[in-house]
């Protein structure tokens, strides 16, 4: 009888010190908007919250929370303390966000995993100052794979695009859908789907990836591969500045010691990964895909069209005192230097 009081009261006392230290773990509420099946949910965080976990001997985790509002929202959910972190779409949030909008670019011609760390060595370098992101910590800024032409009709022109009514995210697509002439449509990515099926649009710019995320094999027909994309779209992740301020000095610092350039590439990369299931899954669908060559005649008009969009990315942001067209050809430069060692 008397081991048996000591084998209690000793799984007793074990219990008493779990539960103290589960009661003393810190959990990072972050609020997510993609499904539970995107790239961000699937792969980037479980991977960025052990990480943090690793990295704060478990002091510290991280809870992914869904459903919390819409898209853009997410940077005010955590400006206002409502979520402890999240990650946003730069272009749900127009006139906030100019400056990212260099990432985003036509024809950069590389992975987004090299063109998220690109992006977030010259965001360092050149626009650190810059007020985009003030009430925020910026911790990762992620592109997703090259944007591409997902539709219920044949794209072998750019004229084919006219008078379409295609959902756009904002930011550079705004530029592209204008200078193709086709009728722009709002929405959430999560909503497209929806918007396809009760044929509120007749197509979308988006990431071959979400023909499998958001299920497009479903509701769509043609899917037009430009050589290296139309553009980029961009992405942050970022914390609550409070949230960090309460942590132990030596978490928060562990913390962002495994985000950054670290964790933009993590994005960067699960987004590629992605794309390829995304291919695989128009491909056994039967969607039709029209791969179109360098140099076919619709690859020369897209870059065409896409001349000079850079050149008035700069003029819209003269007014914020950055050197906007050094740091576009470092972006390129450093990109392109870093998609080569990926090619090797």
């Known amino acids: 009888m008397k081991k048996l009081k000591t084998t209690v009261a000793l799984v007793a006392t074990l219990g008493a010190l779990y539960s103290t230290s589960?009661?003393?773990?810190?959990?990072?509420?972050?609020?997510?908007?993609?499904?539970?099946?995107?790239?961000?949910?699937?792969?980037?965080?479980?991977t960025w919250k052990k990480w943090i976990e690793d990295a704060t001997d478990n002091r510290v985790t991280l809870a992914v929370e869904y459903n919390m509002g819409h898209p853009k929202t997410m940077f005010n959910l955590v400006e206002d303390?409502?979520?402890?972190?999240?990650?946003?779409?730069?272009?749900?949030?127009?006139?906030?966000?100019?400056?990212?909008?260099?990432?985003?670019?036509?024809?950069?011609g590389v992975s987004a995993e090299a063109a998220s760390v690109a992006h977030w060595r010259v965001h360092n370098k050149y626009f650190q100052g810059a007020p985009e992101?003030?009430?925020?910590?910026?911790?990762?800024?992620?592109?997703?794979?090259?944007?591409?032409?997902?539709?219920?009709?044949?794209?072998?022109?750019?004229?084919?695009?006219?008078?379409?009514?295609?959902?756009?995210?904002?930011?550079?697509?705004?530029?592209?859908?204008?200078?193709?002439?086709?009728?722009?449509?709002?929405?959430?990515?999560?909503?497209?789907?929806?918007?396809?099926?009760?044929?509120?649009?007749?197509?979308?710019?988006?990431?071959?990836?979400?023909?499998?995320?958001?299920?497009?094999?479903?509701?769509?027909?043609?899917?037009?591969?430009?050589?290296?994309?139309?553009?980029?779209?961009?992405?942050?992740?970022?914390?609550?500045?409070?949230?960090?301020?309460?942590?132990?000095?030596?978490?928060?610092?562990?913390?962002?010691?495994?985000?950054?350039?670290?964790?933009?590439?993590?994005?960067?990369?699960?987004?590629?990964?992605?794309?390829?299931?995304?291919?695989?899954?128009?491909k056994a669908a039967g969607v039709n895909i029209n791969v179109v060559a360098e140099g076919a005649p619709l690859a020369q008009e897209y870059a065409q069209l896409a001349e000079g969009i850079d050149d008035t990315w700069i003029e819209s942001v003269a007014d914020l005192k950055v050197d906007a067209r050094a740091a576009l050809d470092e972006l390129r430069a450093v990109a392109r230097a870093y998609q080569a060692e990926l090619d090797k």
């Open 133 to 282: 992101f003030d009430g925020l910590e910026l911790v990762a800024l992620v592109t997703h794979g090259p944007g591409q032409v997902h539709s219920t009709f044949p794209v072998n022109s750019i004229s084919d695009l006219q008078n379409k009514k295609i959902r756009i995210g904002g930011g550079v697509q705004a530029v592209i859908g204008e200078r193709a002439g086709l009728v722009p449509v709002a929405g959430p990515a999560p909503k497209v789907y929806e918007m396809l099926q009760q044929g509120v649009i007749d197509g979308v710019f988006l990431p071959v990836c979400d023909v499998k995320n958001l299920r497009l094999d479903e509701v769509i027909t043609h899917t037009t591969q430009l050589p290296g994309g139309m553009y980029l779209g961009s992405f942050s992740f970022f914390i609550n500045p409070d949230f960090l301020a309460d942590l132990d000095p030596k978490d928060r610092d562990a913390i962002l010691k495994v985000s950054g350039e670290q964790l933009s590439a993590l994005g960067g990369r699960a987004q590629d990964e992605s794309d390829v299931a995304g291919l695989e899954a128009a």
């Open 81 to 108: 303390g409502v979520a402890d972190a999240s990650w946003g779409y730069h272009g749900y949030v127009p006139g906030r966000f100019r400056l990212t909008q260099i990432v985003e670019q036509p024809l950069l």
């Open 22 to 46: 589960a009661m003393s773990q810190t959990v990072m509420r972050f609020a997510s908007w993609m499904p539970p099946t995107h790239p961000v949910n699937e792969v980037v965080l479980p």
